[in-house]
């Protein structure tokens, strides 16, 4: 199993920016994402269920985020909107079958892609 994440970069606060992530070799029931800044441990953004009319956020990517999934292309994406210096991070996706009340966490992912560094000038 692979995750293969793309679309981090350079922007202005205020700005957006899409992350993707594509699958290879097995559908999970969740894909999420996660970020870790510098001197900080990872902590969870937000996560899509498999049907993908489930979304769950972080208090403080809410209303800003926005998670999708392609099920026929075995992708997540991020939408990153009105971009903050505190969204600075290298930003993770995930893929694991948790139950709802495990999806939060980052040891219930099986599968992690390698990492796309988002960085938000002020």
């Known amino acids: 199993v692979q995750l293969q994440a793309s679309g981090g970069g350079l922007v202005q606060e205020g700005g957006s920016l899409r992350l993707a992530c594509a699958a290879s070799?097995?559908?999970?029931?969740?894909m999420g994402w996660f970020r870790q800044a510098p001197g900080k441990e990872r902590e969870f953004v937000a996560v899509?269920?498999?049907?993908?009319?489930?979304?769950y956020y972080s208090e403080s990517v809410k209303g800003r985020f926005t998670i999708s999934r392609d099920n026929a292309k075995n992708t997540v994406y991020l939408q990153m909107n009105n971009l903050k210096p505190e969204d600075t991070a290298v930003y993770y996706c995930?893929?694991?079958?948790?139950?709802?009340?495990?999806?939060?966490?980052?040891?219930?992912?099986?599968?992690w892609g390698q990492g796309t560094l988002v960085t938000v000038s002020s």
């Open positions: 995930a893929g694991g079958d948790a139950i709802l009340s495990a999806i939060r966490e980052a040891s219930m992912y099986r599968a």
């Open positions: 070799g097995r559908t999970f029931g969740n």
């Open positions: 899509v269920r498999r049907s993908g009319s489930s979304t």
